[in-house]
């Protein structure tokens, strides 16, 4: 693990948008394999104190090691970002000077076969990003009926062809569980129209219902919801919040966050357009290319 390489997306836009110098107290909510964080803490040195969180133990182990050079001022918290008002309690941490929040899922975790987030390799429907939870895909795909897999297929995936899936999905599995990936990946393609494979898929056809059964097995959309809320609380003025986020659902509760926030006089935008990858970056990582981030400041 401690050899593994990751492109943090919009690193020098992120460090930019943070506002970093020597001394801040700043929170990694979603540490993965420490690339971001790698870069932050050379930025608020001396004095400073970086918070690394994480739901996923395998990745925040590798940070962990990839940052140990600075463990003196790195603290590694196992544990979801929606808490992130009884983590700063338990540290004792009042105020923060800053929060970054890069919420998508890493190619240490897709590339794992062992942890079913892709539907290129063979692997268990698993797709949590904290293997202590109960909840797995497996569970969801085997145990809700067809209109509530048609439901999560559509609110957290927006995917067109909810019902006609949810439908194939019903249908396999009444013969046998349905426990693979690549088998919830044949199914729903079989389930796609074929006159639609080319036209409207410019992505693999299962790429929606992998998204919304991720989203939903890790509650990802109530948990940001919460910790953008709760965490303002925890921001000394002109502390900055940076989201980066990779489909609309989640850049839509960003945006209106802010915008909450900032009608309660509580937060200032600071990019009322979310900033983009650059050409260049995108080159370099492909997977960026669906990125957005958004900053706001504490008033």
Not at 34 to 47: Q, R, T, V
Not at 66 to 87: A, K, P, Q, Y
Not at 177 to 202: C, G, H, M
Not at 208 to 226: C, G, P, S
Request: aromatic content about 8%; charged content about 25%; overall charge positive.
């Amino acid at each position: 693990m401690e050899n593994i390489t990751h492109i943090p997306v919009m690193l020098k836009e992120v460090l930019h948008y943070l506002n970093l110098s020597a001394g801040k107290i700043i929170v990694d909510a979603t540490v993965g394999v420490g690339g971001h964080s790698l870069a932050i803490i050379e930025k608020i040195l001396p004095n400073g104190r970086l918070i690394c969180i994480d739901r996923d133990e395998e990745s925040l182990s590798v940070a962990q090691t990839r940052l140990s050079g600075f463990s003196g001022s790195c603290e590694f918290v196992h544990g979801n970002f929606m808490d992130i008002s009884t983590i700063l309690n338990q540290m004792n941490i009042r105020k923060i000077d800053g929060i970054l929040f890069d919420l998508g899922v890493s190619r240490f975790q897709l590339e794992n076969p062992q942890r079913g987030f892709s539907f290129q390799t063979e692997g268990p429907l698993d797709m949590r990003m904290d293997r202590t939870s109960y909840i797995s895909a497996y569970d969801l795909v085997n145990n809700l009926n067809q209109e509530e897999l048609s439901a999560l297929l559509w609110n957290f995936g927006q995917e067109r062809w909810h019902n006609r899936i949810a439908s194939f999905l019903v249908k396999e599995r009444q013969s046998h569980p349905i426990t693979t990936t690549l088998e919830l990946s044949d199914i729903v393609f079989k389930a796609i129209p074929p006159r639609y494979k080319n036209r409207y898929y410019r992505i693999h056809p299962a790429t929606k219902t992998f998204q919304a059964m991720r989203i939903a097995v890790n509650r990802e959309l109530e948990a940001l919801q919460i910790a953008l809320k709760d965490v303002i609380d925890y921001l000394n003025p002109n502390a900055r919040i940076c989201v980066i986020s990779f489909h609309s659902l989640e850049d839509r509760i960003v945006k209106f966050s802010f915008r909450e926030s900032c009608s309660k006089g509580k937060l200032k935008i600071i990019t009322p357009k979310p900033i983009v990858c650059m050409r260049s970056e995108i080159k370099i990582n492909p997977s960026s290319r669906s990125a957005k981030l958004r900053v706001a400041e504490r008033i």
